[in-house]
């Protein structure tokens, strides 16, 4: 992945009806709201990415705990928990998921370079200032030492001329600076100084919405209204999972009890595979997806719920079929997947599907493989049989499905199953994006933060990729100037389809960016 660092920050404006101090009666009322819901999203630095996966370092990074990404340089967190106070602008919210990056391999398997992020924290008395907080396993340059940190202040984010009093539905911070503190410093290993700064983060958090009760169909990036069209697709259909009648929960009892050899309800997550998905929105295809029939977004994986069919627990047979429809277009793209299956024996799982492009259809086409054995060896945990995140290969039905864009046998994205084998059993949820934030024009006449100098290697925004220890040119988050007009973050709007365009990264075809991401 070879991203490319932004040489402006964005500036935002106080949207229309939140302008003025909150009444006392209001914020009496408003006081301490809770958060539940949103995303954040981060890309820590894009030189010491570019680093991780260059030539010198030769490494990688991995996702953890239902993290993505989001376009070349920027890795998504969800599922926000915390609580908010209109009246003083106090905010607090932490964020699921982490991101694992490794480099210098040596010859027992171990790397020199291990950095892990999880836990990630946003907090701000809502007086300008705030900081971003994080659990850090970190091994030292040197000593190879291994610290283990919680919520260290691992940023200092930049809110001057933020109001954050008010009220609304949702908070909203976009393309806030942010800086390594002292204490980053030293869980980051010691590979930048204090003070450097690190890429801007931005994130939207949901203030007390109500729980879902009958939500229309989750569609992908840029997608509008539901088609009434396809709303009779969903009739007749069981609700389950994270997105179903009772609330989220995914409780089997929505179906009929399990009766001996059957399934009470099942789910399947999968996210096809991260580049596939980059390049759908990237802009090469300048596209989209969009889920219907049930199917929902977790964000770095597709959920295909309601499950029906057999499960023998002595030999780990299982025959299920899900509901859901995915439908991926673009610049010469036209995929959709639905009626998906999942079969497995012998300890051997595939995952079937219909597959649809440019309007014709082919039936049941075996697209991936994993390792099914767990289904046989592990016994239910809470009326749950699980597979977890369990990696996939392609199959050769499923490289001519993606037209030739993989190889047979090529790894895509993990599968993760859950079947009920207990009619009060609840599904696992799915991570929690929230509302959709919308676009924050930029003020007239304002100023933006001035161009850093050009690196040596020619990148934009001062990061010099020839690694962590070169003296970077980078302005402080002082630099972002707002002439004439602050910068405002709290923002009224409805739960909206998700519009995130996220680029692809380098390359014509998404198999060009596995080699720049250092995954496979």
């Known amino acids: 992945m070879l991203p490319a660092r932004p040489t402006r920050a964005c500036v935002l404006v106080l949207i229309a009806g939140l302008i003025g101090a909150v009444s006392p009666a209001t914020a009496a009322h408003a006081a301490d709201r809770s958060v539940s819901g949103g995303r954040l999203d981060w890309g820590l630095k894009s030189s010491f990415q570019r680093y991780i996966t260059g030539p010198i370092a030769q490494g990688s990074w991995s996702l953890e705990g239902g993290a993505a990404t989001v376009g070349e340089s920027q890795f998504r967190f969800h599922s926000a928990r915390g609580s908010y106070d209109p009246a003083s602008g106090s905010f607090s919210a932490a964020f699921t998921g982490g991101v694992h990056f490794v480099g210098h391999r040596k010859p027992n398997g171990s790397h020199e370079l291990d950095l892990r992020l999880s836990g990630l924290t946003v907090r701000t008395p809502g007086n300008g200032a705030g900081t971003l907080y994080a659990d850090v396993v970190s091994r030292a340059k040197g000593s190879g030492q291994v610290t283990h940190a919680r919520q260290i202040p691992f940023a200092s984010l930049n809110l001057s001329g933020v109001n954050m009093r008010g009220g609304g539905t949702a908070v909203v911070l976009n393309s806030i600076p942010a800086t390594l503190t002292p204490r980053g410093a030293q869980a980051f290993a010691g590979y930048y100084p204090a003070g450097t700064q690190l890429d801007p983060l931005s994130l939207s958090a949901d203030i007390a919405r109500a729980p879902a009760t009958d939500p229309a169909p989750t569609r992908g990036p840029g997608e509008g209204k539901a088609d009434p069209k396809q709303e009779g697709d969903r009739k007749g259909e069981e609700k389950t999972g994270a997105k179903g009648e009772d609330g989220g929960k995914g409780k089997a009892t929505d179906r009929p009890d399990a009766r001996a050899g059957q399934i009470a309800t099942a789910a399947v997550d999968w996210g096809v595979r991260r580049t596939f998905r980059e390049y759908v929105t990237g802009p090469i295809?300048?596209?989209?997806?969009?889920?219907?029939?049930?199917?929902?977004?977790?964000?770095?994986?597709?959920?295909?719920?309601?499950?029906?069919?057999?499960?023998?627990?002595?030999?780990?047979?299982?025959?299920?079929?899900?509901?859901?429809?995915t439908h991926f277009t673009g610049a010469?793209?036209?995929?959709?997947?639905?009626?998906?299956?999942?079969?497995?024996?012998?300890?051997?799982?595939?995952?079937?599907?219909?597959?649809?492009?440019?309007?014709t259809t082919r039936d049941a086409v075996p697209l991936v493989t994993f390792d099914a054995a767990a289904l046989r060896t592990s016994k239910p945990k809470n009326g749950l049989v699980a597979l977890a995140e369990t990696p996939t290969r392609l199959t050769k039905e499923g490289a001519a499905a993606f037209d030739g864009m993989y190889r047979?046998?090529?790894?895509?994205?993990?599968?993760?199953?859950?079947?009920?084998?207990?009619?009060?059993?609840?599904?696992?949820?799915?991570?929690?994006?929230?509302?959709?934030?919308?676009?924050?024009?930029?003020?007239?006449?304002?100023?933006t933060a001035p161009a850093v100098a050009a690196a040596a290697d020619g990148s934009d925004g001062g990061d010099d990729s020839a690694g962590p220890s070169t003296p970077l040119l980078a302005t402080g988050a002082?630099?972002?100037?707002?002439?004439?007009?602050?910068?405002?973050?709290?923002?009224?709007?409805?739960?909206?389809?998700?519009?995130?365009?996220?680029?692809?990264?380098?390359?014509?075809?998404?198999?060009?960016?596995?080699?720049?991401?250092?995954?496979?």
Do not use: H, I, N
Not at 415 to 434: E, M, N, Q, W
């Open 478 to 520: 002082g630099a972002l100037l707002v002439a004439g007009a602050a910068a405002v973050v709290v923002a009224l709007r409805k739960r909206r389809a998700d519009t995130a365009t996220p680029a692809a990264a380098d390359g014509a075809t998404p198999a060009a960016a596995d080699g720049a991401s250092g995954q496979d």
């Open 332 to 359: 010469k793209l036209d995929l959709a997947l639905s009626g998906v299956r999942v079969k497995a024996a012998d300890g051997r799982g595939t995952l079937v599907a219909d597959v649809t492009t440019a309007g």
């Open 408 to 447: 047979a046998g090529t790894v895509m994205d993990p599968l993760s199953l859950a079947v009920a084998v207990d009619a009060d059993a609840t599904l696992p949820p799915l991570p929690d994006l929230g509302s959709e934030p919308s676009a924050s024009p930029q003020p007239k006449g304002s100023a």
């Open 285 to 325: 295809a300048q596209g989209r997806w969009q889920l219907t029939r049930g199917a929902e977004d977790g964000g770095a994986l597709f959920r295909f719920p309601a499950g029906k069919g057999s499960y023998d627990p002595r030999t780990g047979t299982l025959d299920a079929t899900f509901a859901g429809r």
